[in-house]
């Protein structure tokens, strides 16, 4: 057992540390391929699927993620599904990214002029290579700095699902505390961990809007 902070305890949460990196990697990747699949459909689908699209999105936008943390957790056990604490985490959180992401991806695959889809036409290209060749790329562009800003926001959010007892960062930093009764040194270091996860993104994140922005002015 852990008697007082010092490298074993780093190392504790640094373990903790490589559980919200690769939580935050398996949600991103999921939500980002339901998310672009939900971005396509609200965008070019027929009424019926934009409609439900949209109704999915604003269910989840208006759900605390705690909720779906819980319902992941607790809820689907009462159906006969039961999830290990990783399992749970990564779904709710990839209902939430999910939500995310296809809203604004949507409104970057929106945001591309309607001559451009009218010059595909033009030059006889088929939907799915009007995609693939002319909206999405241009899309992508427009996307990366909100969604690189997004990637922050699941960083932190990992840290709820200390509430069911996955061992991330933060459950890391509680058990550690309840080790040594230090908690200054405990959370200081886990604060200090999030800050250098989260930081570079955020600057990579601003840096591509200002890139973006300047590219406008020209």
Known sequence: MIQSFGWPSVQFLIQGLWWTVGLSLVTFVCGGVLGLIFALGRSLGPRWLRLLIAGYIQLVQATPLLILL??????????????PPFAAAA????????????DIWRGCIEAIPKAQWEASDSLALTGGQTLRYVILPQA????????VGFMVQVVKN???????GFVELTRAGQLLNNMTFQPFHVFLTVALMYFALCYPLSLWSEKLKEQKSASLAH
């Open 91 to 102: 779904i709710s959180l990839t209902l939430y990214t999910t939500a995310f992401l296809a």
């Open 140 to 147: 992508l562009r427009i996307a990366i700095g909100p969604t």
């Open 70 to 83: 819980f319902l992941a957790f607790y809820g689907l056990s009462f159906l006969g599904f039961f999830f």
């Open 158 to 164: 990992t840290s709820v699902t200390a509430l069911i």
